[in-house]
T-cell receptor, first 116, second 115 residues
Framework: QKEVEQDPGPLSVPEGAIVSLNCTYS??????FMWYRQYSRKGPELLMY????GNKEDGRFTAQVDKSSKYISLFIRDSQPSDSATYLC????????????????FGKGTKLTVNP | DTGVSQDPRHKITKRGQNVTFRCDPI?????LYWYRQTLGQGPEFLTY????????KSRLLSDRFSAERPKGSFSTLEIQRTEQGDSAMYLC?????????????FGPGTRLTVL
């Protein structure tokens, strides 16, 4: 079992739809939860991060973490064609990494297409 | 441009050749990471530097791989005797301590194709 599971999709929605992206994880030591966006042939860029459980909102984006279920979500409201990209969840377990690396553990990514 | 830069952006090589990639992190960042991303997968951690010290290496980093960060600034990743399975995007990221969490900034990546 991989530490982080993410449905790779692809996911195709019409412009204006609400998009829900999800990841599950197995290691309860994870403390920081991130969502990265990656456009084709580019490096990932950080969208949002959340510490521990709870919700965080930033414009059209909302991140949720449920540590009791080991489940995280990213919601995109009023989706736009410019949101078309691969969305990667990532996590850190800062205490358990060697040398304090705080390396990121990524899901596979979900490829999203928003159609005009 | 003050972001993370990587060179080259693309590299095509024949099996058995050696290749070297370079990463220039954001100037004040003392932490540097290398990740590898294959098609349809998320990035996987390869190695981590704090200043010039290589503090962690993944099991993915076989003996054919070596990374350096000689003066705590730029880093190089060398692959010797390349194999077709080495074909991937190699991503570099950097970060700075003293923040609430470790936000890693990624470069554009070097895409390696081994023929």
């Amino acid at each position: 079992q991989k530490e982080v599971e993410q449905d790779p999709g692809p996911l195709s929605v019409p412009e204006g739809a609400i998009v829900s992206l999800n990841c599950t994880y197995s290691n309860s030591a994870f403390q920081y939860f991130m969502w990265y966006r990656q456009y084709s042939r580019k490096g990932p860029e950080l969208l949002m991060y959340t510490y521990s459980s709870g919700n965080k909102e930033d414009g059209r984006f909302t991140a949720q973490v449920d540590k009791s279920s080991k489940y995280i979500s990213l919601f995109i409201r009023d989706s736009q064609p410019s949101d078309s990209a691969t969305y990667l969840c990532a996590m850190i377990h800062p205490i358990l990494t060697q040398g304090g690396s705080e390396k990121l553990v990524f899901g596979k990514g979900t490829k999203l297409t928003v159609n005009p | 441009d003050t972001g993370v830069s990587q060179d080259p952006r693309h590299k095509i090589t024949k099996r058995g050749q050696n290749v070297t990639f370079r990463c220039d992190p954001i100037s004040e960042h003392n932490r540097l990471y290398w990740y590898r991303q294959t098609l349809g997968q998320g990035p996987e951690f390869l190695t981590y530097f704090q200043n010039e010290a290589q503090l962690e290496k993944s099991r993915l980093l076989s003996d054919r791989f070596s990374a350096e960060r000689p003066k705590g600034s730029f880093s190089t990743l060398e692959i010797q005797r390349t194999e077709q399975g080495d074909s991937a995007m190699y991503l570099c990221a950097s970060s700075s301590p003293g923040r609430t969490y470790n936000e890693q900034f990624f470069g554009p990546g070097t895409r390696l194709t081994v023929l």
